[in-house]
T-cell receptor, first 109, second 116 residues
Framework: EQQVQQSPASLVLQEAENAELQCSFSIFTNQVQWFYQRPGGRLVSLLYNPSGTKQSGRLTSTTVIKERRSSLHISSSQITDSGTYLCAMERHSNNRIFFGDGTQLVVKP | DPKIIQKPKYLVAVTGSEKILICEQYLGHNAMYWYRQSAKKPLEFMFSYSYQKLMDNQTASSRFQPQSSKKNHLDLQITALKPDDSATYFC???????????????FGSGTRLTVL
């Protein structure tokens, strides 16, 4: 069973539109992090958000641990936001980190 | 200026051969990890090392052997390569040597391995 589920799998936006990405976990965690990856590129940490709401620039993450879910809101999307957004959680029992399949975002002019 | 260097960026190998993937980090971190990303599966944890000691091993096959000659090095030796080993292998590091906390995880740019 996959521990982390992300939706949607892909998303196409017009520039300046907002995006809402979802992440859910099959088990309890208190470590949630969002990463960004360009095609074939390294992963870059966007936000570490174990609970509540955190903001970084145009990015806002909301994590509700009791409901085992986290979301990433991207406001006023830009073409350079295109790429894959990965959600990751750490499993308490063995401290391993599990990633979702990611959401592929394409922002068009 | 990348602080985690992975070499080579691309690697093509024949089935049955052996390759070593290189990883060096210049962040002063105590823990290093290997992850694998293929088209069929999400990013998967493989190994974690802390102060040059193996902390956790998710890989089922003994064909994958991490090697740490220095604190800031964690290479990955893969023997008897198979086509299913084709994937991008990412090295990562974190300050905390106690586990695989997601909080301070930094990734290299990956080595894309293709096994023919």
């Amino acid at each position: 069973e996959q521990q982390v589920q992300q939706s949607p799998a892909s998303l196409v936006l017009q520039e300046a539109e907002n995006a809402e990405l979802q992440c859910s976990f099959s088990i309890f965690t208190n470590q949630v992090q969002w990463f960004y990856q360009r095609p074939g590129g390294r992963l870059v940490s966007l936000l570490y958000n174990p609970s509540g709401t955190k903001q970084s620039g145009r990015l806002t993450s909301t994590t509700v641990i009791k409901e085992r879910r986290s979301s990433l809101h991207i406001s006023s999307s830009q073409i350079t936001d295109s790429g894959t957004y990965l959600c990751a959680m750490e499993r308490h029992s063995n401290n391993r980190i599990f990633f979702g399949d990611g959401t592929q975002l394409v922002v068009k002019p | 200026d990348p602080k985690i260097i992975q070499k080579p960026k691309y690697l093509v190998a024949v089935t049955g051969s052996e390759k070593i993937l290189i990883c060096e980090q210049y962040l002063g971190h105590n823990a290093m990890y290997w992850y694998r990303q293929s088209a069929k599966k999400p990013l998967e944890f493989m190994f974690s090392y802390s102060y040059q000691k193996l902390m956790d091993n998710q890989t089922a096959s003994s064909r994958f052997q991490p090697q740490s000659s220095k604190k800031n090095h964690l290479d990955l030796q893969i023997t008897a390569l198979k086509p299913d080993d084709s994937a991008t292998y990412f090295c990562a590091s974190s300050q905390d040597g106690g586990g695989t906390s997601a909080e301070t995880l930094y990734f290299g740019s990956g080595t894309r391995l293709t096994v023919l």
